[in-house]
């Protein structure tokens, strides 16, 4: 069963447009490890940001926050202002400490349009 | 900072035939991962190792081998190649939970 839902599979915005890319999980551990990661047309995985499951506080890094709810099993990802060097497939993830190998959902791809 | 070294970037091989992917982790991360993610699909975890011990086995299969070696690089190893083995491979390498992502290895089989 998949661990981690990406139910958008992709998303067409125009420049300077805010985007939120949604992310679902599944884990029956009470310690487990969220993250996303951005693959650029060039084809490399970049890692963007973590979050543990006990800190629930939400984080900004410039144009880019994370809103954690355990309550909602979701952990989703707002780019404000977005440019179009943000056009890319965005994974979320999951890792349990049983081995931490961790279970991509399906992507969901950005095209932000000047 | 350094990065993870995957090689070569670029493979082509036939039908039934072997190939061997390099990958060289970060610095005094003790854990590399390996991954394979077919055209227009999420990477699928592969294998791992910890201190050059598996320690963790996903979808490889059986004509897929991996090991860790004494100065932590590792090696993945394909044999008797199929059309379906065609995918771009990563290596990451982790001091856990974070995972570091190499460049990748494209390998198209003929």
């Known amino acids: 069963a998949q661990k981690v839902t990406q139910a958008q599979t992709e998303i067409s915005v125009v420049e300077k447009e805010d985007v939120t890319l949604d992310c679902v999980y599944e884990t029956r551990d009470t310690t487990y490890y969220l993250f996303w990661y951005k693959q650029p047309p060039s084809g490399e995985l970049v890692f963007l940001i973590r979050r543990n499951s006990f800190d629930e506080q939400n984080e900004i890094s410039g144009r880019y926050s994370w809103n954690f709810q355990k309550s909602t099993s979701s952990f989703n990802f707002t780019i404000t202002a977005s440019q179009v060097v943000d056009s890319a497939v965005y994974f979320c993830?999951?890792?349990?400490?049983?081995?931490?190998?961790?279970?991509f959902g399906k992507g969901t791809s950005l095209l932000v349009t000047p | 900072a350094a990065g993870v070294i995957q090689s070569p970037r670029h493979l082509i091989k036939e039908k039934r035939e072997t190939a061997t992917l390099k990958c060289y982790p970060i610095?005094?991360?003790?854990?590399v991962y390996w991954y394979q993610q077919g055209p227009g699909q999420d990477p699928q975890f592969l294998i791992s190792f910890y201190e050059k011990m598996q320690s963790d086995k996903g979808s490889i299969p059986d004509r897929f081998s991996a090991q860790q070696f004494s100065d932590y690089h590792s090696e993945l190893n394909m044999s008797s190649l199929e059309l379906g083995d065609s995918a771009l491979y990563f290596c990451?390498?982790?001091?856990?939970?974070?995972?570091?992502f190499g460049p990748g290895t494209r390998l198209t089989v003929l």
């Open positions: 610095p005094r991360h003790d854990t």
């Open positions: 993830a999951l890792s349990e400490p049983s081995g931490y190998a961790l279970n």
């Open positions: 990451a390498s982790s001091p856990q939970p974070e995972q570091f």
